[in-house]
């Protein structure tokens, strides 16, 4: 079945880093677009960036431009969100996400950006 399993998340300070990762299984990881998506208390689920099959099409939020990145790596079934720039704001539960048929969904992993 599809799995995807989200780690590095954490407590950072502002103006700190963190990259997060997803690994997936159970499907053709390189033959679907990968996104990562977060969800702040009280608020809905948005959708942070996306990665094309490839790696070749990145989309990104414009609240994340030029302090994100997204990247995969299809030899080890995984992708990355690399998160520079840390702001207060960027507090969320971040998941990954693949959509084929169904929308799939990993645990979340816990982002907090405090002093």
């Known amino acids: 079945q599809v799995q995807l399993v989200e780690s590095g998340g954490g407590l950072v300070q502002p103006g700190g880093s963190l990259r997060l990762s997803c690994a997936a299984s159970g499907f053709t990881f390189s033959s679907y677009a990968m996104r990562w998506y977060r969800q702040a208390p009280g608020k809905e689920r948005e959708l942070v960036a996306t990665i094309s099959r490839a790696g070749s099409i990145r989309n990104y939020a414009d609240s994340v431009k030029g302090r994100f990145t997204i990247s995969r790596d299809n030899d080890k079934n995984t992708v990355y969100l690399q998160m520079n720039s840390l702001k207060p704001e960027d507090t969320a539960v971040y998941y990954c996400?693949?959509?084929?048929?169904?929308?799939?969904w990993g645990q979340g992993t816990q982002v907090t950006v405090s002093s």
């Open positions: 996400n693949t959509r084929f048929t169904y929308d799939y």
